[in-house]
């Protein structure tokens, strides 16, 4: 089944203790990236990847990083976790050169206090 | 830059109710547009896009024409169910930057019997 993986699906943490968001597609995809779902504010893009060693920054990334070292995958860091991040995360993916059409994970609720 | 505008909500109908959901953008270029929904726990899922004007998107009995002289996107279904119950997103991509969706802020729809 084409999916996109994400773990953990929820994480309460503390303040300044580093925490990864693993996400995984198995649909050979090369176009991943990552998005922050706030109430009021709808998706806005976190960071995103073109291809293998290839990321770019999106709308917010502040707070964030990033690696694509496998095709199948690509995990959000947060290096130092702040409250202002406690958020709903989704990770997706599609084809190049293709504009549309983009599968999301089923997405991790992170809890900053 | 890119922007997507929904109309306000919730938005609470009856079943079999008439359903029309707001979408205006701002693009530079020929975007695509999409709507895109999201079940309670879930992540999102497309729903219906359409890629150039005056193409009509359709999915499960839901619509949306896309109107390049008034920049819409506007959503509509006949006759709504309980299990159509869910928050709809209205996107763009392809404007100004590859890959990225551009989101409103979404709109929670309730359906009760």
């Known amino acids: 089944e084409a999916q996109v993986t994400q773990n953990p699906r929820y994480l309460i943490t503390v303040t300044g203790k580093k925490l990864t968001v693993t996400c995984s597609q198995n649909?050979?995809?090369?176009?991943m990236s990552w998005y922050r779902q706030d109430p009021g504010l709808g998706l806005r893009q976190i960071y995103y990847?073109?291809?293998?060693?290839?990321?770019d920054k999106g709308d917010v990334p502040e707070g964030y990083k990033v690696s694509r070292k496998e095709k199948r995958n690509f995990p959000l860091i947060l290096e130092s976790p702040s409250p202002n991040q406690t958020s709903l995360y989704f990770c997706?993916?599609?084809?190049?050169?293709?504009?549309?059409?983009?599968?999301f994970g089923p997405g991790t609720r992170l809890t900053v206090t | 830059g890119d922007s997507v505008t929904q109309m306000e909500g919730p938005v609470t109908l009856s079943e079999e109710a008439f359903l029309t959901i707001n979408c205006t953008y701002t693009a530079t270029g020929y975007p695509s547009l999409f709507w895109y929904v999201q079940y309670p726990g879930e992540g999102l899922q497309l729903l219906l896009k359409?890629?150039?004007?005056?193409d009509k998107g359709s999915n499960k009995g839901f619509e949306a024409t896309y109107r390049k002289e008034t920049t819409s996107f506007h959503l509509e279904k006949g006759s709504v169910q309980v299990s159509d119950s869910a928050v709809y997103f209205c996107a763009l991509a392809g404007g100004t930057s590859y890959g990225k969706l551009t989101f409103g802020q979404g709109t929670i729809l309730t359906v009760h019997p």
């Open positions: 649909m050979n995809h090369e176009y």
């Open positions: 359409a890629t150039k004007a005056d």
């Open positions: 990847s073109m291809n293998v060693e290839v990321t």
């Open positions: 997706a993916s599609k084809e190049t050169g293709k504009i549309y059409e983009q599968y």
